[in-house]
């Protein structure tokens, strides 16, 4: 399994960015693909999940501001992060949470976006 993210980077409040996640070594239409984050000092917590059926959820925080979505095609996973606020700053990862039904618990390597006030 690999997944390789991207897209993370310096922005303003009330600017946008979108997160990439390209995935290999598994059938990616068949998975439930997650993004969390951890800001520093804090706990990592999932932003937002979309599985195989592209169902989704978000964190209340998030809500609203950012969609997930996926290109089975492209075996990749998005994120589409609009209204940006400073505690949006983190590193973002995408994680490989389950395929065909097992669990799976593989991580990417990590994008920072950084969102100046």
């Known amino acids: 399994v690999q997944l390789q993210a991207s897209g993370g980077g310096l922005v303003q409040a009330g600017g946008s960015l979108r997160l990439s996640c390209t995935a290999s070594g598994f059938i990616f239409s068949m998975s439930v693909m997650g993004w969390y984050r951890q800001a520093p000092g804090k706990q990592r917590e999932l932003v937002a999940r979309?599985?195989?059926?592209?169902?989704?959820n978000y964190a209340d925080s998030v809500k609203g501001r950012f969609t997930i979505s996926r290109d089975n095609a492209k075996n990749t996973v998005y994120l589409q992060m609009n209204t940006l606020k400073p505690e949006d700053t983190a590193v973002y990862y995408c994680?490989?949470?389950?395929?065909?039904?097992?669990?799976?618990?593989?991580w990417g390597q990590g994008t920072l976006v950084t969102v100046s006030s």
């Open positions: 994680k490989l949470e389950s395929v065909r039904g097992y669990t799976a618990n593989s």
């Open positions: 979309i599985r195989s059926g592209s169902n989704t």
